[in-house]
């Protein structure tokens, strides 16, 4: 080149590094982040759920219940001092139908006449066919009453006794066949 010339300009072009590729397995951290963003939305779901739906009351009336407790397992203490000899019979005739017999003695041997006595058949598995029976007395400490029951099967019967000088209450199981 001589002293005046200038040189041809040339453009540069810029040389651009070569796109890399993506590792294979990139995305699988991220679905460990989708997980746990799906395990922490459920429990949160579900922690609002059980706060807003629970109010932690169980019971309306708790220290009645208390009370009530309370006074059933004095009821019982006493029953077992009492210490009464009490034989519980079921006899099934078929067709739903059966006869309890009772005998009730105070803790000498001698019969207790003049008790209030009834049964109330209770089905454990399902509500809505309990069955009340008065039982009436046969004899010297012997009761008796008969109950056509809607069901056969497994029945629960809930005895109470009431006498002057005491009373009696007991839950005896017994099967009712067809």
């Known amino acids: 080149m001589t002293a005046g010339e200038t040189a041809p300009m040339t453009t540069l072009t810029p040389v651009s590094a070569p796109r890399r590729r993506r590792q294979a ?6 679905l ?3 997980a746990f963003l799906v395990v922490v939305s459920v429990n949160g779901l579900l922690t609002w759920f059980a706060l807003s739906t629970f109010s932690g009351l ?3 009336h708790a220290y009645d219940e208390g009370v009530a407790y309370n006074r059933a397992l004095a009821g019982a203490e006493a029953q077992a001092q009492r210490a009464w000899q009490v034989e519980l019979g079921f006899t099934d005739f078929g067709q739903h139908h059966g006869r309890i017999d ?8 001698k019969p207790l006449s003049g008790a209030a006595v009834a049964a109330v058949f209770v089905r454990p598995a399902s509500q809505g ?3 009340g029976v008065a039982l ?3 004899g010297a400490g012997h009761y008796r009453g008969e109950a056509a029951l809607p069901l056969p099967g497994v029945w629960d019967i809930h005895l109470t ?7 009696y209450q ?3 199981r017994v099967v009712v066949k067809e």
């Open 25 to 30: 397995g990139w995305y699988i951290p991220w």
């Open 32 to 34: 460990f982040v989708g």
């Open 58 to 60: 169980t019971t309306e």
């Open 102 to 109: 009772l005998t009730l003695r105070d803790h000498d041997g």
């Open 129 to 131: 066919a309990d069955v």
């Open 136 to 138: 009436v007395e046969r």
């Open 161 to 167: 006794a009431g006498h002057a000088k005491g009373d």
């Open 170 to 172: 007991t839950v005896h």
